[in-house]
């Protein structure tokens, strides 16, 4: 029994830094509709400076007054990341929104690296809160207790401002209807940013909060991520009562399986995610998002048209000089392109979903480390050979994504993505967790290709031939009745459902043929490497491949292979500066406001104006 | 002779307010049927109901004698019922044949068929119904970039392309200029007597209503108050109470 009682206080505890930072990310979200991924960031930012804070201010006073200070600059900082970076955006489509953010938390990675440095940082003990209290015999630190005592306040506080000042109301009357809210003269600019600014401050003072007992490290923004999103998604986006109450949920839950079953605790928090979503898709205090929210920026998506004789003459010309590649290229350049190759696969089978289907999965990397890992088990333990594995890759991944569409299509927009991202959660949890059968943080080594593929050059030739084939396979469905189907369900599924065509089966059936194309990718890339690590499956990869297509240009054919080979390409170079996630997010923040349509789009646009190609529109 | 759709004791309550009471009528063949009515009379509700889009708290509807109940809008309309809405539903990333020819492909049911090329299947049939509709010239042209008017006339060859029967038309001239307007509902009219289509159209303007209409229903606050010729209606001492004032916003002060 005390065992039991200390097991939730410090569940309790736990969930004082993750409800600040959660329930800032839901206001945002409830506000301005947009889900900020760099709220990790700004966590991660208001431990920092909290911790030189903690250095330069004396005493109880001074260790509380950084706290309170860490919040009030990281704010600060919201503030200037939401006017430069979000304003452009709030009216853009989600993906949009993603990557800029995604630009952000680069940014921030290498800003706080350059500052305080590679090394973690150990937080200093709150004076006065150093020791533990015997509470039936088990030890509970005093810290612990002040946080447990803390949060209710923070949380009775952000009650208050919302629910009794002219800013809450407000703010309440702007996540029910922004427009509205703009009509009656406020001036929704300023009440964005605002609420920008609280938001990240209570992600600051989470960050800052939580010194005593957590410290910083560079790799704590993407860690919390996924915890808050999970409590946010569960509790209901936008809702302050659902973060406190999912916070307290997942932190009590965690603390628990540490104990009973340490191997499965994340594992058992996205279980719960997936349940709670089951039965209320919504969460547990969220509203019906409405589909159309967000608007589309940029021109309309144009018609599109199998390649003419040129570009086919130019993509087999093209072809022509990757075959001959092995004749004039070192082994470094052949095994170069087949990861290029393998990659371009990926953001293909991303792109078709993304481009052709307008569905927006965050969660991509499932199907792709899905087929590695499928690969990989059938090597290790069935000893299958490669043929036979690189057939059953995809068919994996491909199950996999009936599953996985069957929950997620019952959603749409934001929820959608965050359900996608949120089973690829599970499945990399599932992975580092379940150590025996995956060899968790270490993954499976020696899963090599068949003797005959062993050689650099015929495996670059192997790879040549199914990453192509599966190209040409995403495109030519693209122009098939099947993939106008899916265009016609994105367009319109009203009409589509008026003349007959199951939109929602051919959304299922589209993400299940990207899944398996996916895990065709995650195949051979398990073979060109030898090996395979969780981290195929993390966030990290999943945002790779949308930043891809984004830079590609979503609306473009070609976007998602052309992104994959610029981004990949280029990726050997930029690595080797020391801070080439700085310029990279910057690179892709610049991108999202002033190039919209990618790549692809705006060379196209920019081969229409001086001539080179034809407008079809145009009229002379 | 079985009217092509029959439609009794049609009700449908949203909590406590009766939004459509107790309907009862048919639509033969050949017949342009105008369903009018002051706004929040029902007819957005009735015609949902009769598309599948919202069941029905009771009654029942028949095509051709056979029970439509319970059927969502995909079965309905590959029983022969096309559609157009209120506010125009096209595929902006097509081009305008296109929009037809997804129609024409979900017809022959070959929507998960992935061997041809979209774009070169049924193309004929659909310029033909381009042409019908007076579209074809604007066939290649991309569908964002249309005129309103033009992807009224769009959607109605997308209709057509299921070879219905029975066509709904909600509101279908409106958001049209004056001119415009006419030229559809004359269109319309055209095809009813030539391919032996039965229409039911709710409309808002009466020049229209009163100008093709075969039949007029008059619906009010969920109840239908009179079903006669162009001439009964125009006479018709309720109607004019209902669209003259009195009739809806003052009964129950």
Redesign the interface.
Same mark, same amino acid.
């Given at each position: 029994m005390a065992f039991f009682i200390a097991q939730i206080l410090t569940g309790l505890a736990n969930a004082s830094a993750l409800f600040m930072v959660a329930a800032g990310l839901s206001l945002i979200f409830g506000v301005t509709r947009i889900v900020n991924f760099a709220h990790g960031s700004f966590y991660m930012l208001g431990a920092y400076i909290g911790y030189s804070l903690m250095q330069i201010l004396p005493g109880a006073v001074g260790f509380w007054g950084a706290i309170l200070l860490a919040g009030v600059a990281v704010g600060l900082i919201g503030v200037i990341v939401e006017i430069c970076v979000l304003r452009p955006v709030y009216r853009a489509p989600e993906l949009f929104q993603l990557v800029a953010t995604f630009g952000v938390i680069l940014v921030i990675q290498d800003l706080t690296l350059m500052v305080w440095g590679p090394e973690d940082v150990l937080g200093p003990r709150a004076p006065g809160l150093r020791g533990v209290i015997r509470i039936m015999g088990e030890p509970v630190p005093k810290y612990d207790l002040a946080l447990i005592a803390i949060t209710p306040f923070v949380a009775l506080a952000l009650w208050y401002l919302i629910a009794r000042t002219r800013m809450g109301v407000l703010v309440r009357a702007a996540t029910q209807d922004r427009e509205m809210v703009g009509a009656l003269g406020v001036n929704q600019a300023w009440l964005f940013t605002g609420v920008f600014f609280l938001g990240t401050a209570l992600a600051g003072l989470g960050g800052a909060i939580q010194l005593p007992k957590g410290g910083a490290d560079l790799l704590m923004d993407f860690n919390i991520l996924t915890a808050i999103f999970v409590v946010v998604v569960i509790g209901g986006m936008g809702s302050l009562p659902g973060a406190y109450l999912a916070a307290v949920l997942i932190s009590v839950l965690n603390v628990f399986g540490v104990a009973y079953l340490p191997q499965s605790t994340l594992v058992l928090m996205f279980v719960v995610m997936v349940i709670v979503l089951m039965v209320r898709p919504y969460g547990l205090f969220g509203r019906e998002e409405v589909a159309g929210e967000h608007g589309q920026i940029g021109e309309?998506?144009?018609?599109?048209?199998?390649a003419g004789l040129t570009t086919r003459l130019v993509v087999l010309a093209g072809l022509a000089v990757l075959a001959f590649l092995p004749l004039f290229g070192s082994s470094f350049a052949q095994v170069l392109v087949t990861d290029i190759l393998i990659f371009c696969l990926f953001a293909a089978s991303l792109h078709f979903l993304l481009g052709m289907g307008g569905l927006v999965s965050f969660g991509h990397a499932a199907y792709f480390g899905g087929g590695a890992y499928a690969a990989a088990l059938l090597v290790t333990y069935a000893g299958t050979p490669m043929e036979l594995v690189l057939l059953l890759a995809p068919i994996a991944a491909g199950l996999a994504a009936v599953i996985i569409g069957w929950v997620c299509l019952r959603l749409t927009g934001v929820y959608f993505a965050m359900l996608t991202l949120a089973f690829a959660q599970l499945l990399w949890s599932l992975v580092f967790q379940w150590g025996e059968v995956t060899g968790g943080d270490d993954g499976m080594v020696d899963i090599w290709p068949s003797d005959w593929a062993s050689d650099t050059t015929a495996f670059f030739y192997l790879t040549l031939l199914l990453s192509v084939g599966g190209i040409l396979m995403l495109r #030519?469905?693209a #122009? *098939?009745?099947?993939?106008?189907?899916l +265009?016609?369900a +994105?367009? *319109?599924a009203?009409?589509?459902?008026?003349?007959?065509?199951?939109t929602k089966r051919?959304q299922w059936?589209a993400f299940a043929f990207a899944g398996a194309m996916a895990g065709l990718a995650g195949g051979l890339f398990v073979f060109s490497k030898g090996s395979v690590f969780p981290n195929e499956l993390e966030i990290a990869k999943s945002f790779d491949a949308l930043i891809v297509v984004f830079l590609g240009g979503v609306k473009t054919l070609a976007g998602g292979v052309v992104g994959g080979a610029a981004l990949k390409g280029a990726e050997d170079y930029i690595t080797r500066f020391e801070y080439w996630r700085l310029v990279l997010g910057i690179t892709i923040i610049l991108v999202v406001i002033m190039a919209p349509d990618g790549i692809v789009g705006s060379l196209r646009r920019a081969g229409e104006r001086i001539g080179l190609i034809r407008d079809?529109?145009a009229r002379s | 002779m079985t009217p092509v759709l029959d439609v009794r004791n049609l009700s449908r309550a949203f909590g406590a307010i009766q939004a459509v009471d107790n309907v009862s009528f048919t639509l033969a063949k050949g017949e342009l049927l105008a369903l009018i009515g002051p706004n929040g009379a029902g007819k957005s509700t009735c015609f949902n109901m009769l598309m599948g889009q919202l069941k029905p708290s009771s009654g029942a509807v028949f095509l051709n004698g056979a029970p439509l109940a319970g059927l969502g809008p995909r079965r309905i309309w590959r029983k022969g019922v096309g559609r157009t809405f209120q506010i125009t539903a096209t595929y902006p990333s097509m081009t305008v044949v296109e929009n037809v020819q997804m129609a024409l492909i979900s017809y022959h049911n070959r929507t998960y068929s992935v061997l041809p090329y979209a774009h070169r299947l049924y193309r004929d049939q659909a310029l033909n119904l381009l042409a019908l509709v007076g579209m074809a010239d604007q066939a290649d042209r991309h569908s964002a970039v249309l005129a309103y008017g033009d992807l009224k006339r769009l959607e109605l060859a997308t209709a057509l392309a299921g070879d219905p029967g029975v066509l709904l038309m909600d509101e279908p001239t409106a958001g049209m200029a004056p001119r415009e307007r006419i030229a559809l509902m004359q269109l319309t009219a055209d095809i009813v007597s030539e391919r032996g289509v039965s229409v039911l159209f709710t409309e808002h303007d009466m020049d229209v209503v009163f100008a093709h209409a075969h039949r007029i229903m008059v619906l009010n606050r969920g109840q239908l108050i009179a079903d006669g010729s162009v001439e009964t209606i125009r006479n018709d001492a309720r109607v004019q109470e209902v669209y003259l004032g009195g009739g809806t916003v003052f009964a129950d002060a």
């Open positions: 309309p998506e144009r018609p599109i048209k199998p #030519h469905t #122009h *098939s009745p099947f993939g106008y189907a +265009r016609a +994105r367009d *319109s009203r009409q589509a459902e008026a003349t007959g065509i199951d051919i059936v079809p529109e | -």
